[in-house]
């Protein structure tokens, strides 16, 4: 019923910049909140942004925080990862997810605490040294 599409990944250089967008489908973006994730190989899972439905408020991972912003275009019903000055650490796979089935979100400038239950099937991103 709820589909996310990621799209925006590629080859990048140290210092770059990339745009993310993931469109969702099935849901309207006023309703759910939406995180984008990353995972390199051999590294956990991290949590690196969160928009949710009103307002919207947003959350940014210390990690990247001071490079990466998430914003959201609700006539395309897509979110965006703008992501600047890239680094080599940055090099993984980047998922968006979100609440479709209705679960809580809190999303402030330093939590995001949601029950993702929907996620897309992810874009690479790669940072040449």
């Known amino acids: 019923q709820v589909q996310l599409v990621e799209s925006g990944g590629g080859l990048v250089q140290p210092g770059g910049s990339l745009r993310l967008s993931c469109v969702a489908f099935?849901?309207?973006?006023?309703?759910?909140?939406i995180g984008w994730f990353r995972q390199a190989p051999g590294k956990e899972r991290e949590r690196v942004a969160c928009?949710?439905?009103?307002?919207?408020?947003?959350y940014t991972a210390d990690s990247v925080k001071e490079r990466f912003t998430v914003s959201r275009d609700n006539a395309k019903n897509t979110v965006f990862l703008q992501m600047n000055n890239l680094k080599p650490d940055d090099t993984a796979a980047y998922y968006c997810?979100?609440?479709?089935?209705?679960?809580?979100?809190?999303?402030?400038?330093?939590?995001?605490?949601?029950?993702?239950?929907?996620w897309g099937r992810g874009t690479q991103v790669a940072v040449s040294s």
């Open positions: 997810a979100t609440n479709a089935g209705g679960g809580g979100s809190i999303v402030a400038k330093n939590v995001c605490i949601v029950d993702f239950d929907t």
């Open positions: 928009i949710s439905g009103s307002l919207p408020a947003t």
């Open positions: 099935g849901v309207t973006l006023d309703h759910v909140t």
